[in-house]
């Protein structure tokens, strides 16, 4: 019996034209996700265009996508790379086009891309009640490891009554490349080998948000970089997310989400949203008692042989997701 030709070709490159398929191949995959899962009166909106300009340019050459006979997007996986720590996310495959081999080489060829440029993190983030993908992932090589939260408190007047916080975008350029090296190297410092610049240079190059600083001058001791940007196409600024976390201990943590909390309030943003890392139960806490309240859970997992590392001390949350 004849069957219809079900090849797909790539991975190719991605460029901002592309940006339109990946909204809607993203929107349509992740609700069916949903609707399988049960939560069947989830509808997943398209992104907000600029979120996606920065995930493509932060990705690089880790931007990748297939295509079927027809040339129409099928696949996509956006990997990205910090100095040593590599993740891969949004990946999508077409639902009628999945069960047939092309997610795992959708996954293989990120994760491949990830090692050969020297990534020794390699991991991903996947919703902790889809048992499939985990059962998928695992098969590939990844353990999963612990939650990852997306914790929101509102920006109060308890904040809003806090000194200006110092922020890097403001900064004269002669006074801006000395503190965004004191980012690098608090990060470098928390976690050897990671670096967040290119995240940074990004945010600031496409106006997304800003970096929180906390310390003076030559003794910087904890940062955010924060989106203020809307997440969803058309949506209202009514969240800041802080994308990137680090603090040499939990005090400064605590001064690091106030002094975000106060930049957002500035900016008429009455949330801010963070990513916690649950393996570090005290920082968990300590998000408690300030009136963090749980809004999503995600299922961290990596590569076996490439696993997370974690700060020796103090506090380093990167997020694997955009």
């Not at 300009?53 to 932060?58: G, K, Q, S, T, V």
């Not at 969240?239 to 930049?263: F, N, P, Q």
Request: hydrophobic share 45%; proline share 5%.
């Amino acid at each position: 019996m004849w069957r219809p030709e079900r090849a797909a070709h790539g991975p190719l490159p991605v460029a901002d034209s592309d940006i339109p398929a990946l909204n809607r191949l993203f929107a349509d995959s992740f609700t069916d996700r949903y609707r399988r899962d049960g939560l069947v009166g989830v509808r997943v909106p398209f992104l907000n265009e600029a979120i996606w300009r920065y995930a493509i340019m932060d990705a690089g050459e880790g931007a990748m996508q297939w295509r079927d006979e027809g040339e129409r997007l099928v696949a996509f996986n956006i990997a990205h790379r910090s100095g040593a720590e590599g993740w891969m996310g949004p990946l999508c495959v077409r639902p009628d086009r999945q069960l047939a081999g092309l997610g795992k080489e959708v996954v293989v060829a990120a994760a491949d891309w990830l090692r050969g440029r020297g990534a020794t993190t390699v991991g991903l983030e996947t919703m902790p009640r889809t048992v499939d993908n985990i059962g998928f992932y695992s098969r590939l090589g990844f353990v999963p490891g612990y939650l990852t939260l997306t914790m929101t408190a509102d920006t109060g007047e308890r904040v809003r009554s806090l000194r200006e916080p110092a922020v890097l975008g403001r900064l004269p350029a002669e006074e801006r490349a000395p503190r965004q090296a004191e980012v690098a190297a608090l990060v470098d410092a928390l976690v050897p080998g990671v670096d967040f610049s290119r995240e940074i240079d990004l945010t600031l190059q496409l106006g997304l948000g800003d970096v929180v600083l906390v310390g003076e001058p030559g003794r910087l001791r904890g940062f955010a970089l924060c989106h203020a940007a809307p997440l969803a196409e058309g949506g209202g600024r009514d969240e800041v997310r802080a994308l990137k976390v680090g603090a040499v201990d939990l005090e400064t943590l605590a001064v690091v989400l106030d002094s975000a909390s106060a930049w957002a309030a500035r900016l008429a943003v009455r949330r801010l949203a963070v990513r916690c890392q649950t393996v570090d139960t005290a920082a968990y806490r300590a998000l408690v008692a300030r009136g963090f309240r749980v809004r999503w859970s995600d299922l961290r997992m990596t590569l076996a042989d490439f696993p997370e590392r974690r700060p020796a001390s103090g506090v380093l949350w990167s997020n694997w997701e955009i």
